[in-house]
Structure formats: structure tokens, C-alpha cells
């Protein structure tokens, strides 16, 4: 156990540190939407640019990942729907943020740094294949039902808004772009190229430290009863139905041959929920309920995460 603790430790420390800097006033927790729009604009395209761009295209659409993954996070979002207004009694807009809790991962601030240090060799084509399942797919469809239920004449409109903005996204501009140099094979100039490194290089640590910093000032009290079923969700449905329809797919002769990206996939499932979750929580007036969330299912997954990886270090098979 002490062997996943030295990967798992390293990162909720870096975690805490951005927690506590931004505490005690050494970053303001303002700092942290700049260093997000850094991650975000530079870092994590020029990763997903870098990871795409010298791997042949049969790996980057690896369709067994795209369909288990996107078919297990499909029925994480219907039942998560299901529980928040039938049993919860929440409103369709407030059903909609909280299953995005539930099926949305942090692949990028927390899920590429874990994968890099556990499995580096599919750390970046994991990460590109993830955010093409979130940006393309989950996302737009929870945004969708969201604006459905705050304002049922215009969700076409929203639908319309949501593509658009997709093409000005710097990671699917990221991604679009690795793809094309894929395909084509051409490379950067070397000065360049070695630009792109460093801005990739300076994604991993900085989107952790940004964690910690969005979590300061969110209220403790009371926390369990509102987040436990979105921790619930996100940390043990998620990934126990990716594996699921991992295993599906290859009883149907849609096997994933690499069993490191097959791990990667369910590891990834079971990260937190996304880093922008709470901001786009917000755009719904749900910004307390969703930072509440974040805090509760973050702090948790240093446990579920670290008892994943034993069991995956100690023979279980995916």
C-alpha cells in the first residue's frame, strides 16, 4: 500500500499546498481563474496537441475507449437524472448540474497527473480520448437538459450557443490540431516543438494547485447529506459502469487491446468531478451547492483513488 500512497500523496499534497497558499493570502483565490485560464488556453492544448500529433491515428480513435467509456458515463447520467428527480425531488435544471457531478471528470487537472505517474505511456492519449467524450458528448447533453428546464423555449438556442463556443474551445483546437498533424504526419520546427513541450510540462502541477485554491472559503457544515450521493456517483458508479461496459464491449468483440488504456479509463472515471464544474454550476445559480460538492468528493477520492490503484497494482484485471 505504501507504493500507491507515494503516487497518490504527492498530488493531494499539491492540492493542499494550493489550499493553503491561497489560505493565508499568499495567492488570491482570484489567482486561481488566472492560472485556469493559463491551464486551460495554453497548457492543456499544447499536452493534448503534443500527445496527438506523434501517435499514428489508429490510437488516438481508439473506438473500444470511445464507446465504453461514453457508453458508461451515458447511464451514469441516466440514472443520476433519475435519482435527482424522482427520489430527490430536484427541479430539471438542478438534476441536470448534479449529474454532471456525477459523470463529468477532472481528466485534466487531476486525472492526467495521477496517469502520469502511474501509466505515462497512455497519460496523454487517455486524456485526448476523455476530453473528446466530455466536450463532445456529455457536456453539451447535461448543458442541454440544464437550459431546458430554465428556459424550455430557447434549448435550441442553447444547443446552438453550446457548438459554437466548441470551436473556439483551445482544446478541441488542441485536439483537432494533433489529429491533423497526425495524419499527416508533418512535425513542428524544433524551436516550437520544444515550446509546446513546456507549455505541457506546466500543466500537471499548476492544475493541481489550482484545486486546492478554488476549494478555500466553501462551507463544511453540513455537507454529507447534499454531496454524499454526487460523491456516490461520481467516485464509484462512474467507474464500476465504464469497467462494465469495457467488459461489454469486449464480450461483443470490441476489445481494447492495451491493457494499460483499458486501467486508464476506469481510473479516470473514477476522478472527481471536473474543475470547471463549479463554474458552470454557477452560470445555473448553483455555485454553493456545486463548490460543496467539489470540496466533499475531492477530499474522498484521495481514498477510493488510492484503494483503486492497489487493487489494479495487486492482479485485478480490466
Not at 482570484?30 to 492544448?45: E, Q, S
Amino acid at each position: 500500500m505504501l507504493d500507491i500512497l507515494a503516487i497518490t500523496t504527492p498530488i493531494y499534497l499539491i492540492i493542499l499546498m494550493g489550499y493553503v497558499m491561497t489560505r493565508r493570502r499568499l495567492f488570491a483565490k482570484t489567482d486561481m481563474r488566472v492560472l485556469g485560464t493559463f491551464v486551460m488556453n495554453l497548457a492543456l492544448p499544447a499536452l493534448l496537441f503534443k500527445a496527438l500529433s506523434t501517435r499514428p491515428i489508429v490510437e488516438i480513435f481508439n473506438v473500444p475507449y470511445l464507446v465504453a467509456y461514453a457508453l458508461g458515463s451515458l447511464i451514469v447520467i441516466a440514472i443520476g437524472y433519475a435519482w435527482s428527480r424522482r427520489i430527490s425531488g430536484q427541479d430539471v435544471t438542478t438534476s441536470a448540474i448534479s449529474t454532471m457531478g456525477m459523470s463529468c471528470s477532472n481528466s485534466g487537472f487531476v486525472g492526467y497527473p495521477i496517469l502520469l505517474l502511474t501509466m505515462p505511456s497512455v497519460a496523454g492519449v487517455a486524456l485526448a480520448l476523455n476530453m473528446l467524450v466530455e466536450n463532445l458528448l456529455a457536456i453539451p447533453l447535461l448543458l442541454f437538459i440544464a437550459e431546458q428546464g430554465r428556459n424550455p423555449a430557447g434549448r435550441w438556442r442553447a444547443v446552438r450557443d453550446s457548438l459554437q463556443r466548441l470551436t473556439r474551445n483551445p482544446l478541441v483546437i488542441g485536439l483537432m490540431a494533433g489529429v491533423l498533424f497526425s495524419l499527416t504526419g508533418w512535425a513542428l520546427p524544433k524551436p516550437i516543438a520544444r515550446t509546446v513541450d513546456l507549455l505541457a510540462a506546466a500543466s500537471g502541477a499548476v492544475s493541481l494547485f489550482i484545486i486546492g485554491g478554488t476549494l478555500v472559503g466553501v462551507e463544511l457544515r453540513g455537507l454529507g447529506p447534499r454531496t454524499a450521493p454526487l460523491a456516490f456517483g461520481k467516485l464509484l458508479l462512474h467507474p464500476l459502469f465504464v469497467f462494465a461496459m469495457i467488459a461489454a464491449c469486449a464480450a461483443l468483440g470490441l476489445r481494447m487491446v492495451d491493457a494499460d488504456l483499458r486501467a486508464a479509463a476506469v481510473l479516470l472515471a473514477a476522478m472527481p468531478m471536473m474543475g470547471v464544474y463549479t463554474t458552470i454550476a454557477q452560470g445555473f445559480g448553483k455555485a454553493e451547492s456545486s463548490a460543496a460538492a467539489l470540496l466533499v468528493t475531492t477530499i474522498a477520492s484521495f481514498f477510493t483513488l488510492s484503494g483503486l490503484l492497489w487493487l489494479l497494482r495487486h492482479g485485478a484485471q480490466v
